[in-house]
């Protein structure tokens, strides 16, 4: 990986990971829940518009695309920013990072739970159960005092609605060639929902301290979090950007015990790493199953692409889109398969050669209501 890439990783994990550092210090310095929310929203979604407008990508002008951001803005934003404050006025920044991991289990639970998706690879299962297993360990509802609380609750909500929404943004969701636009415009969105919460945000008290914290949630861990996403899975392709999710809860541990002085006991610590062991089982058995060489031809080529976006989607709970991050290699994509298409038209006999190793894994958008390629 080129060392530009690497520090771009590592930037991404700081800033992502510290999300839970900045909101921790906005309540304890007098930010609500919802100011919290809809100031991170705002933020975030003005560093995206000037990055769009840089980049010459407009915002979306179809209702129907507006309509279908609302339902992700709600899930993917407004929803569990709010619940993810409301947690961590009464459990810590390390321990909401350590649950925010939990994401693409619930991805996975979701999935088969609706039937979009299907376990044929054992990891996968043993990973989902690990996974949950590991979560026990974390909350022990079993000692007295355990963390199974209601902030405890609103945490693991917050993450199973990041995975709500990803389901619903692969199935409804198309980007194109405009990728920081559309997820400027999702921010937008949730900057308007999380608004209706004003009235019930209370009065404003925050100092210096508060007012800084959330700056930064919103402009370094929400707007410039989503555009080295972006620029990650362009330049190296999604599964090197999934790297990243491992590193969150690390980062988020490390920051609340150097700087809020936060306390993580040997089990919950053991529960973090069962968490992200099942995560990487789970990953594991999706690279194993859904990436087959393309020998099939387009149809196949069609398969593994669609995969690529799944896998882009369980990459953990960022706080903006990632299915948008991807979108940049729609055209590639597209051209593969129109060259398979023309092959097998010529009457060519030949396979469709898979992409040469070490080269990053195509991102497309999902398949759209109308379209007669198999689901």
């Known amino acids: 990986m080129p060392l530009s890439s690497t520090v771009r990783m590592a930037a991404l994990a700081l800033f992502w990971g510290s999300g839970f550092l900045w909101i921790k210090l906005a309540l304890t310095h007098g930010l609500t829940p919802a100011q919290i929310t809809i100031a991170r929203c705002a933020l975030g979604a003005a560093v995206l518009l000037v990055l769009a407008r840089r980049a010459g990508q407009r915002l979306p002008r179809s209702w129907t695309t507006w309509r279908r951001l609302v339902v992700a803005a709600l899930f993917c934003n407004a929803l569990p920013f709010a619940l993810f404050a409301v947690g961590e006025q009464h459990l810590d920044s390390g321990l909401a990072g350590v649950l925010n991991a939990t994401t693409p289990l619930w991805s996975l639970l979701i999935g088969m739970t609706s039937g979009a998706e299907r376990i044929t690879h054992p990891a996968r299962l043993a990973g989902l159960l690990l996974g949950f297993a590991g979560t026990v360990l974390i909350f022990a509802p079993w000692q007295h005092g355990g963390l199974l609380t209601w902030p405890a609750v609103a945490l693991l909500a917050a993450a199973a609605s990041y995975a709500v929404a990803f389901a619903y943004m692969a199935r409804h969701l198309t980007t194109r060639d405009t990728p920081l636009a559309m997820s400027a415009a999702q921010l937008l969105t949730a900057t308007g929902l999380s608004t209706l919460a004003l009235p019930a945000a209370g009065p404003l008290h925050a100092d210096v301290t508060a007012l800084l914290a959330v700056t930064a949630l919103g402009v370094l861990g929400t707007g410039l979090t989503f555009y080295l996403n972006y620029r990650l899975i362009t330049d190296e392709g999604p599964t090197a950007a999934a790297t990243v999710g491992y590193l969150l809860p690390v980062v988020s541990v490390a920051l609340g015990a150097a700087l809020l002085d936060e306390h993580v006991g040997p089990r919950v610590l053991t529960g973090m790493t069962v968490v992200l062991l099942a995560v990487a089982l789970t990953r594991t058995g999706r690279r ?64 469709v050669r898979p992409a040469t190793p070490g080269t990053p894994a195509l991102v497309a958008t999902p398949p759209q209501p109308g379209d007669r390629r198999p689901h």
């Open 288 to 351: 194993a199953a859904a990436r087959p060489l393309a020998t099939d031809g387009p149809a196949a080529t069609a398969d593994r692409v669609t995969a690529d976006v799944r896998e882009t989607a369980a990459t953990g709970g960022g706080g903006t889109s990632l299915l948008p991050a991807g979108s940049a290699r729609l055209r590639a994509g597209s051209e593969r398969l129109r060259a398979g298409s023309e092959r097998l038209g010529a009457g060519s006999e030949g396979p």
